[in-house]
């Protein structure tokens, strides 16, 4: 496969902010930038960056909308879907696919992280709901609560055409203490993928992996934001 070529951008000239709109406009979101650092940042495409640069605030939310396209479930996936009901189930539950869709993405006025809501409809029976909690704090900068004390933390990657979101560590907090689980008692590997497809819609995917028994769940939907 060829290499891929990173050219920095060139500095571009000052130029003088005349307007009181202009002076007072809210600078972006720029937390997922410094995480990546600026050379990862810059491979994403535009429309990424422009996604995960939007500045929520005042309880703002975005709204995406799509379809499923593909969902992989082993039986132990989906054991271990129906038993994660229990903490709120932050895992797909059902293998429907070409259902509708809708996530989310609200300021957590608490944390000043972010809510992720995911809806999934079903072919029968009513949709399911997902609600997971971004907080910009832990050991590697970013983490992930679902629900129970429940959560883990992520680590960022950045490529051409994806933001890639994956477990680091999982930890339960109980009362002011964080437990960490030693790793051959969590669900495996989960990767969570922001592709690009076009600047106006893009593709979700989430995927995770045991060591032992090997990929227990995948899905992927395709979103374009709601205007």
């Not at 060139?10 to 997922?32: C, H, Q, T, V, Y």
């Not at 879907?81 to 070409?98: E, H, M, V």
């Not at 106006?200 to 769940?217: C, M, N, S, V, W």
Request: proline share 6%; net charge positive; aromatic share 8%.
């Amino acid at each position: 496969m060829p290499a891929h070529k990173t050219i920095a951008n060139r500095p571009s000239e000052p130029r003088a902010i005349d307007s009181d709109a202009a002076r007072n406009k809210p600078l972006g979101d720029l937390r997922f930038r410094q995480l990546l650092g600026s050379t990862a940042w810059n491979l994403l495409p535009a429309a990424i960056r422009r996604r995960f640069a939007k500045r929520l605030c005042d309880g703002m939310t975005v709204v995406y909308v799509g379809r499923t396209t593909d969902m992989e479930m082993s039986c132990a996936g989906f054991l271990l879907a129906q038993a994660a009901r229990l903490i709120g189930g932050p895992l797909p539950i059902s293998r429907d696919i070409d259902v509708p869709s809708v996530v989310t993405v609200t300021e957590d006025i608490a944390t000043g992280g972010q809510i992720w809501t995911r809806l999934y409809a079903h072919r029968s029976g009513f949709p399911q709901v997902i609600h997971s909690s971004k907080r910009f704090a832990g050991p590697t900068g970013l983490e992930e609560h679902v629900g129970c004390g429940v959560g883990m933390t992520l680590k960022l990657s950045a490529g051409e055409t994806a933001l890639t979101f994956e477990s680091d560590r999982y930890f339960i907090e109980l009362g002011g203490l964080r437990l960490q689980l030693p790793r051959w008692l969590t669900p495996g590997q989960l990767t969570i993928g922001h592709h690009e497809i076009n600047p106006d819609r893009f593709a979700f995917t989430l995927k995770l992996e045991h060591p032992l028994l090997g990929q227990l769940i995948y899905q992927r939907a395709v979103f374009e934001e709601s205007h």
